[in-house]
């Protein structure tokens, strides 16, 4: 079965330390993932793809497929990093050739100043 | 600009009443999703509608039912609630299904007593 694993409910790390939130998956198929950000008292939202291979507020994520992960890395933390992130995982569904996209329990991060 | 917009934000049910959870969007989207969010579960899909007039069950189903009204609405409806039902609900829409960018409501906290 499909399925997303963020093993770190916490990450606490002081400001200007790297961080790395971690998160593998399990599928089959060819994976395409994600990063949401739900930062406080706002709406989650899209963080990036690793589609498109982008740098969004200095967070890059790489997919590692022989180790099925996709890490989320940031080089210098920020205390505006601070949020709830989650990894995603989108899969064709068996019905009406539709896709799923279904998240992991999500990683919250405190930078500290 | 709206987006997708949620109602109720708050609403406490006592065990067994029915209620429904409306979303809409503004986006002109095709496809619309219900998810509950859940300490330490992250969150998990619970019905989605790829298009209008067609809906599929996600991961949690039991205990809801949906409805795609027309392409801007997005119902969700507890018939007898239990309080396993206790969560945060969050309505999302996309354009393409499954395509990656899913736009999220403010999100509906429900307590069943």
């Known amino acids: 079965a499909q399925r997303v694993t963020q093993p770190e409910k916490l990450l606490s790390v002081f400001k200007g330390a790297p961080v790395e939130l971690k998160c593998n998956y399990s599928?089959?198929?060819?994976?395409?993932l994600f990063w949401y950000v739900q930062y406080s008292r706002q709406r989650l939202q899209l963080l990036l793809r690793h589609i498109s291979r982008e740098s969004i507020k200095g967070f890059t994520a790489d997919l590692n497929k022989g180790e099925t992960s996709f890490h989320l890395k940031k080089p210098f933390a920020q205390e505006e990093d601070s949020a709830m992130y989650y990894c995603?995982?989108?899969?064709?569904?068996?019905?009406?050739?539709?896709?799923?996209?279904?998240f992991g329990a999500g990683t919250r991060l405190a930078v500290h100043p | 600009n709206a987006g997708v917009t949620q109602t109720p934000k708050f609403q406490v049910l006592k065990t067994g009443q029915s209620m429904t959870l409306q979303c809409a969007q503004d986006?002109?989207?095709?496809?619309m999703y219900w998810y509950r969010q859940d300490p330490g579960m992250g969150l998990r899909l619970i019905y989605y509608?790829?298009?209008?007039?067609?809906?599929d069950k996600g991961e949690v189903p039991n205990g809801y039912n949906v409805s795609r009204l027309n392409k801007r609405e997005f119902s969700l409806r507890l018939e007898s609630a239990a309080p396993s039902q206790t969560s945060v609900y969050f309505c999302?829409?996309?354009?393409?299904?499954?395509?990656?960018?899913?736009?999220f409501g403010e999100g509906s906290r429900l307590t069943v007593l």
């Open positions: 986006m002109n989207h095709n496809s």
């Open positions: 995603a995982l989108v899969y064709p569904s068996v019905v009406g050739g539709y896709n799923k996209l279904i």
């Open positions: 509608s790829a298009s209008e007039g067609t809906t």
């Open positions: 599928y089959s198929g060819s994976p395409e």
């Open positions: 999302a829409s996309s354009h393409m299904g499954g395509a990656g960018e899913l736009f």
